[in-house]
């Protein structure tokens, strides 16, 4: 499956956004699609997940609350919905997905195969 990332941009703080993953070559709905974010100087790590078939959402500490998972399989996307932002939410993000990931492996990067390109997103305060 080739993933594509889009929507970030520039917004202030408090503010919002909508991250979308396309997917193209495979129905992503047969994967766990996760978004991961590299800060500056920062390593990667986890914001969220959404696992294939319906079986429920998971999110980094930081951003429940915030931050919204949904997929949309009519359109082969993931998007990610993103309230309250905070400077501290300033990173590149990424769209990731594979399959088989058992519950404890959806936060690790290095689980998944499949990567989109990243997209910016920063937050002004």
């Known amino acids: 499956v080739q993933l594509q990332a889009s929507g970030g941009g520039l917004v202030q703080a408090g503010g919002s956004l909508r991250l979308s993953c396309a997917a193209s070559?495979?129905?992503?709905?047969?994967?766990?699609t996760g978004w991961f974010r590299q800060g500056p100087g920062k390593e990667r790590e986890f914001v969220a997940a959404i696992r294939n078939g319906g079986g429920g959402s998971f999110y980094a500490d930081s951003v429940k609350g915030r931050f919204t998972i949904s997929r949309d399989s009519a359109k082969n996307t993931v998007a990610l919905h993103m309230n309250g932002l905070k400077p501290e939410d300033t990173a590149v993000y990424y769209c990731?997905?594979?399959?088989?990931?058992?519950?404890?492996?959806?936060?690790?990067?290095?689980?998944?195969?499949?990567w989109g390109q990243g997209t910016l997103v920063t937050v002004s305060s």
């Open positions: 070559g495979r129905t992503l709905s047969i994967y766990t």
């Open positions: 990731a997905a594979d399959r088989g990931l058992i519950s404890s492996s959806i936060g690790d990067s290095s689980r998944y195969r499949n």
